[in-house]
């Protein structure tokens, strides 16, 4: 049996789902910081297989891939700028809520993770 590929949208619409959660005996802060790197990780991987699949993306498998990624896309130029920086803002933030004590203005980064998530997978359809 062929093993089925990973939908990388479905980080976005779990990110989405805990954006909403308030039920759990879990801070709003740790379902918010855990939604901001599902939707990171949603565009990224996206993003990256879609590059590599009609753009020509070459990577090394590594955590340089992020930073390969990025770079890869301003170079395509046009909308592919755009993209690469709001993935670049999508790294940034899902840094600080994976390893920062203090996150200032965390709903407004989720929101706005969702909103460069969103983006970023319906440009690269």
Known sequence: MKK?????????????????MS???LSEEAL??????????AAFCWCRNFAYQRLGFKTSDTSKAHKELREFLKRKGGKWIRLASQLNNLRLWRNKCDYEDEVQGLSNMLKESIKFSENVINTCK
């Open 4 to 20: 089925m590929r990973f939908d990388w949208r479905e980080y976005l619409e779990l990110a989405k789902k805990i954006s909403n």
């Open 23 to 25: 039920d759990l005996e």
């Open 32 to 41: 918010y910081r855990s939604a901001v790197s599902r939707a990171y990780y």
